[in-house]
């Protein structure tokens, strides 16, 4: 299984980016899929999931502004990220999870990791 992250950089605040999960070893309709940031000296936090079933979530302080989605036929998870803030700066991660049916908060649950995206946001 390969995650692949793309679509990190630096934008300004109230920008709008888009990151790309490439995956390989995987068929997204049997597994739970998100997005997790971590900045230094914090824990890995989830941003969005999405299960096997379509079901999202979304971190409280991202609800309204990004947006999870999958492509089955391209194999790719996508998170649109719109009106970004300077807290929303950390390096993101694309997850798979098997198990599919939920959206667990816990990084340590999920099975398989991309290398990370940096996303920087300036004032």
């Known amino acids: 299984v390969q995650l692949v992250e793309s679509g990190g950089g630096l934008v300004q605040a109230g920008a709008s980016l888009r990151l790309s999960c490439a995956t390989s070893?995987?068929?997204?309709?049997?597994?739970?899929m998100g997005w997790f940031r971590q900045v230094p000296g914090k824990q890995r936090e989830l941003v969005a999931g999405?299960?096997?079933?379509?079901?999202?979530k979304y971190a409280d302080s991202v609800k309204g502004r990004f947006t999870i989605s999958r492509d089955s036929g391209e194999n790719a998870v996508y998170l649109e990220m719109n009106n970004l803030k300077r807290e929303d700066a950390a390096v993101y991660y694309c997850?798979?999870?098997?198990?599919?049916?939920?959206?667990?908060?816990?990084?340590?649950?999920?099975?398989?990791w991309g290398q990370g995206t940096q996303v920087t946001v300036s004032s």
């Open positions: 070893g995987l068929t997204l309709t049997t597994v739970a």
């Open positions: 997850a798979a999870d098997r198990v599919r049916f939920s959206i667990r908060e816990t990084a340590d649950s999920w099975d398989y």
């Open positions: 999405i299960s096997s079933l379509g079901n999202t």
